[in-house]
């Protein structure tokens, strides 16, 4: 199937308290450009993520939304730090002794110096995180393949229309060709017998110009190669795949043909229909900077 570079995908994914978001979007692309925006506790999956969605997209700029919630009702611990709090308590009592003052030491008073109560985040299990998001991205990476699918089908359709077009201005070409030769060797003795008082011809030297032109004016070779381009572009539109760099460049070589065919020719039907098939080179040119 063929694939075009726009498309959209999103998911979300909630199990227990845990509650993961991701969207994406993309747009054409010479090569596979990923940016990813997410909280930094997802950080450290930032590798396993790009490796997840290499196994659904090969081209395209591709943006990437991750939001992550945790609903759970407490995701910290206190900690109380005793040797700390003695060690305070321990120097309290020695300037209480020392100065004469009241020990008036309470638990709330100690309990604010620092250190003696601290807060510590909840190890994460990393492995259940990871199984959450990552079914989250295979999720919207589906839903985003079908997005491409759906728009690759359609740019299929339009570009075989196009490419059917192109074998019928080449086919008019090739029609064509051996009568602007047979028109030119008619106007030549015609010219010749008009000069001429006698209306003697030297057929030889006839045939000699006759051949000179026909050979200037000779495309069969380009019109073969560019029919050749054409019918492959077909093929590896049906077949599909990752075919966008290929197309590229049996683009290029049309264009190619078509410039030579057009220098060549000294015919208005065959300008005519070597500028249509240019025109519609150059339309199939963009739409297939959009295929993957």
Sequence with gaps: MIKSMTGFGRVEVEEGARKICVELKSVNHRYLDVSIKMPKKLNYFEASIRNELKNYISRGKVDVFITYEDFSESNVVIKYNKD???????????????????????????????????????????????????????????????????????LKNDLIGKLDGMLENVDFIEKRSPVIVEEYRQRLADKVHELLEDGRVD?????????????KVCVDEELVRLRSHIETMKQNLIEGGSVGRKLDFLAQEMNREANTTLSKCNDLEISNHAIELKTDIEKVREQIQNIE
Excluded: C, H
């Design 84 to 154: 700390v709090a003695a060690e305070y308590l321990k120097y309290l009592k020695s300037m209480s002794e020392e100065f004469g003052l009241d020990d008036d030491i309470r638990v709330s008073t100690l309990s604010r110096y620092p250190e003696v109560f601290s807060m510590e985040e909840q190890n994460v299990d990393e492995e259940a995180l990871w199984a959450l998001l990552q079914k989250a991205i295979k999720g919207a990476s589906e839903n985003f393949i079908e997005t491409r699918v759906k728009e690759g089908e359609n």
């Design 203 to 215: 057929e030889s030297r006839l045939v000699m110009e006759v051949a000179i032109f026909a050979d």
